[in-house]
C-alpha cells in the first residue's frame, strides 16, 4: 500500500533531550516536508526537500534539523527540544520536485515537551 | 495580510445542502490544493489545481487563475463531511522550487 509513515504517533518528552520523528514514503516520490499544526495558527513549513542531499527551510525551520540521505526517509531531528515545540507534525511527500503534484501526508506525531 | 484567506472560518449545514468555501489568495502560484482534516487530525488531499475545475464524486473544486480565487464545493452534504477543510497554495520560493502557504481552515458541520 503507498503511504507516508511517520513515527511515533505520540511522544512525551522533557526539555533539552534529543528526539527524532522518522518519516517514511514508499512512493518514490522526490518531494518530501515537514509541517507543524498549532491553535490559532494552523499549518506552518518546516523543512522541504526537493531530492536526495537537496534541502530548504521553510517559514519556521528554528530549532529543528532535517536530512535527507536517501530518497524514501526525511526525518525531523530537534537537537534540544523546547516547550514552543510542543505541536502536531506531519510529514508529507508529492511525486515531483514541485508542488504540482498532489500532496501525500503521513497521520501526525503529537508531540508534547515539558 | 495574510497571504491565503478562506471564508467561511465555521460553516454548519444541514445534511444534503450545498456547501461552498472559499480561497482568495495574494501571491503567485504554482498550484492550489484543497486538503481535508477529519477529527482525529489526519490530512487527506482532495484536489490539486492549476487551473480550471475538478469534479470527484460530490466534491467540485474550481479556481480563476485571474481573480486569484478558488472554491471548493460540497453538493448534498452528508454528516461524514464534517471536518476541517484547507486551503494551501504553492508559492515559488526561488532555485529549490515551491514552498506551501495554507489558509486557517473552514470548519464544517453537518447536521443530520
Known amino acids: 500500500e503507498a503511504q507516508v509513515t511517520q513515527n511515533p504517533r505520540y511522544l512525551i518528552t522533557v526539555t533539552g533531550k534529543k528526539l527524532t520523528v522518522t518519516c517514511s514514503q514508499n512512493?518514490?516520490?522526490?518531494?518530501m516536508s515537514w509541517y507543524r499544526q498549532d491553535p490559532g495558527l494552523g499549518l506552518r513549513q518546516i523543512y522541504y526537500?526537493?531530492?536526495?542531499?537537496?534541502?530548504d527551510k521553510g517559514d519556521v525551520p528554528e530549532g529543528y534539523k532535517v536530512s535527507r540521505k536517501e530518497k524514501r526517509n526525511f526525518p525531523l531531528i530537534l537537537e534540544s527540544p523546547s516547550p514552543n515545540q510542543t505541536s502536531l507534525y506531519f510529514c508529507a511527500s508529492a511525486p515531483r520536485s514541485s508542488y504540482n503534484s498532489p500532496l501525500h501526508f503521513g497521520n501526525g506525531t503529537r508531540l508534547t515537551v515539558t | 495580510k495574510n497571504e491565503v484567506e478562506q471564508s467561511p472560518q465555521n460553516l454548519t449545514a444541514q445534511e444534503g445542502e450545498f456547501i461552498t468555501i472559499n480561497c482568495s489568495y495574494s501571491v503567485g502560484i504554482s498550484a492550489l490544493h484543497w486538503l481535508q482534516q477529519h477529527p482525529g487530525g489526519g490530512i487527506v488531499s482532495l484536489f490539486m489545481?492549476?487551473?480550471g475545475k475538478k469534479k470527484h464524486g460530490r466534491l467540485i473544486a474550481t479556481i480563476n487563475i485571474q481573480e486569484k480565487h478558488s472554491s471548493l464545493h460540497i453538493t448534498a452534504s452528508h454528516p461524514r463531511d464534517s471536518a476541517v477543510y484547507i486551503c494551501a497554495v504553492g508559492v515559488f520560493a526561488g532555485e529549490y522550487g515551491n514552498k506551501l502557504v495554507f489558509g486557517a481552515g473552514t470548519i464544517l458541520r453537518v447536521k443530520s
Open positions: 512512493m518514490n516520490h522526490e518531494y
Open positions: 526537500s526537493m531530492n536526495v542531499e537537496v534541502t
Open positions: 489545481l492549476s487551473s
